[in-house]
């Protein structure tokens, strides 16, 4: 099972931007779609961005599209979220997970969260 670390997490004004690690250990990261989800509270957590195992096809939200980018480095085991002209209303805590399909499950589907990195947009 892939253990994951999220980081990369803080307080920025609306407008801002933060870049969002997460850090995969284990033999199959390379071989599974990654994405990162977030869950505001009260909320429910909804899938945010989702990358493929080789990095060549990406997939967002439209929520947030135009404004995260995903990307991976299966070298160093690690899946990165740019997020740029940040919302009030991007604010969260923000988790990775991992699937070895093709296309990442919903949130639901997951046993294992790491512990996430919280994010907070201020107006």
């Known amino acids: 099972q892939v253990q994951l670390v999220e980081s990369g997490g803080g307080l920025v004004q609306a407008g801002g931007s933060l870049r969002l690690s997460c850090a995969a250990s284990?033999?199959?990261?390379?071989?599974?779609?990654m994405g990162w989800f977030r869950q505001a509270p009260g909320k429910e957590r909804e899938f945010v961005a989702g990358?493929?195992?080789?990095?060549?096809?990406?997939y967002y939200a439209d929520s947030v599209k135009g404004r995260f980018t995903i990307s991976r480095d299966n070298a160093k085991n690690k899946v990165y979220l740019q997020m740029n002209s940040l919302k009030p209303e991007d604010t969260a805590v923000y988790y990775c997970?991992?699937?070895?399909?093709?296309?990442?499950?919903?949130?639901?589907?997951?046993?294992?969260w790491g512990q996430g990195t919280q994010v907070t947009v201020s107006s």
């Open positions: 990358i493929s195992w080789n990095g060549i096809s990406t």
């Open positions: 284990g033999r199959t990261f390379s071989s599974y779609a």
């Open positions: 997970n991992g699937d070895p399909r093709e296309r990442l499950p919903p949130p639901g589907y997951y046993d294992y």
